[in-house]
């Protein structure tokens, strides 16, 4: 099963985290998409940062190991890591997934 995950990530990290998850072939493609301010409750109070985010498409049977890849180099403490299932995908897009995200 295909699914796409959100990451944010501050800007200056995001290409660094798409080659290293890339190289070890646990997703097929990273969409980097700049410019995200993000508003949220951190240790008790409103915060806010500017971030870029990452949408990963990989596969459901690759998220666990996805997910540790990310906690071991991204800079947050508690990183955003939210994946959801793609229910509807042009099946030759799949195959190209399924054939390129295999770790």
């Known amino acids: 099963m295909a699914i796409m ?5 501050p800007k200056n990290k ?10 070890k072939r646990v997703c097929a493609c990273v969409n980097i ?5 993000s508003f949220f409750w951190w240790q008790g109070k409103i915060d806010s940062a500017k971030e870029t985010l990452l949408i990963i498409k990989t596969k459901n049977s690759l998220f666990t190991k996805l997910k540790k890849i990310i906690k071991t ?3 947050y403490e ?6 959801f299932k793609i ?15 295999h770790a």
């Open 5 to 9: 995950v959100l990451v944010t990530i």
């Open 14 to 23: 995001a290409a660094s985290l798409a080659k290293i998850i890339l190289a």
């Open 33 to 37: 998409v700049k410019g995200i301010e």
């Open 73 to 75: 180099v991204h800079p």
């Open 78 to 83: 508690v990183p955003e890591i939210i994946a």
């Open 87 to 101: 229910d509807k995908i042009n099946k030759d897009y799949l195959k190209w997934l399924d054939k390129e995200a």
